[in-house]
């Protein structure tokens, strides 16, 4: 069966690289590449991708936004990003956002095709620095607030405050409010805040 391929990826030889890659091997097609989110939003309809390749770093429109568009105008798309950045915070927006794969730009061609194939059996394939900043995420303490606690931190979280001021105002620091709304997310299976707020009150997760 042909996967059908995007790349979103502003640095040309990168671009070029990865699709000539991904046109030679066998069971893999790039329907098309693109430098930036819009022009590659806009024509989502009509590549139809099963695999979308992405860049955070882009001009204009960041990479996680398109992921997040993508995901909202085309679901059965999966993302995988392809990017130098690791930071803890990145990551974190991204696989909120959608995406199903996180790899960094360093990775032997073969990883890549790897990955596709990985993704496109339901798997989340990462680069291996990536996987362990996720475990190591998750292998801090575990957080379970009470149910007045999950309110004070729900509430200040539907008001719309960046995350630096909830930590202020509910005295406690940032990474344990980033690990509550990233386990909301998880739980609720949704990709952004106003999914989030939609169907908490339904799940009786808060």
Not at 100 to 110: A, D, E, F, Q, V
Not at 139 to 148: A, G, L, N, Y
Not at 174 to 201: C, D, F, G, M, Q
Request: hydrophobic residues 40%.
């Amino acid at each position: 069966m042909l996967t059908r391929l995007c790349l979103v990826e502003d640095d040309h030889l990168i671009r070029e690289a990865f699709a000539d890659l991904l046109n030679n091997t066998e069971d893999f097609r790039v329907v098309n590449t693109y430098s930036n989110c819009e022009e590659y939003l806009r024509n989502l309809a009509t590549n139809r991708p099963d695999v979308v390749l992405m860049d955070l770093e882009l001009p204009r429109m960041g990479g996680v936004e398109g992921i997040e568009r993508t995901k909202k105008l085309r679901p059965q798309t999966q993302l995988i990003v392809v990017t130098v950045y690791e930071s803890d915070e990145l990551v974190f927006r991204a696989l909120c956002a959608g995406a199903g794969g996180y790899l960094t730009k360093n990775m032997p061609p073969s990883r890549l095709i790897e990955a596709i194939r990985e993704i496109c059996q339901g798997g989340a394939p990462m680069s291996t620095n990536i996987a362990r900043m996720v475990v190591a995420s998750f292998q801090k303490t575990t957080i379970h607030p009470s149910r007045p606690a999950k309110r004070r931190y729900w509430s200040v979280f539907h008001r719309g405050k960046a995350i630096p001021l909830i930590a202020d105002e509910l005295f406690v620091d940032k990474e344990t409010i980033r690990t509550h709304i990233k386990n909301i997310y998880w739980k609720l299976e949704v990709h952004s805040k106003a999914e989030a707020i939609e169907k908490a009150p339904k799940e009786r997760l808060i």
